[in-house]
């Protein structure tokens, strides 16, 4: 992976990260004023458009890295960070699928289940992202 594909991807994860932190607070903890109001928070519109432009420059990201970064390590065993990086592979389908189908449900039922299971999976995501990218302590070399 390049340095240019790899600042793209913490750009793109840190845009659809933040927008989508800050959408799912307006839209579930916000009170708006108005009580005929379709949304909580006057960003809330603006927001939501931030993180469904990040979303897509995300999936081009993993993309982008998948076969020479992701594939290449599974493929060959490499061990360091091997869980959590499959951690972000195996949770990055449910997440990405899932946005795709709120966007296009019209049953509340079942926008309902998408959304969370977007939430839930963004989550793990999210998290294993942190884990994945945490630095780790450098082997000591034993003295002969």
Known sequence: MSRGEAWFLRGAQA???LSGLAWFWMAVFAES???YSAVNHPWQPQVAAAHLL???ALILAVGL???AHAWARIRSGFAP???????LSLT?????LSGYLLQVSV????RSLWSWIHVAASLVWFGAW????WPRPRARVKAA
Do not use: N, Y
């Open 15 to 17: 845009a659809a990260a």
């Open 33 to 35: 004023e108005d009580p």
């Open 54 to 56: 990040a979303a897509p």
């Open 65 to 67: 890295i998948w076969k």
């Open 81 to 87: 960070r091997r869980r959590s990086g499959i951690a």
């Open 92 to 96: 990055f389908v449910p997440m990405a």
């Open 107 to 110: 049953d509340e039922s079942a």
């Open 130 to 133: 942190l884990v994945h990218r």
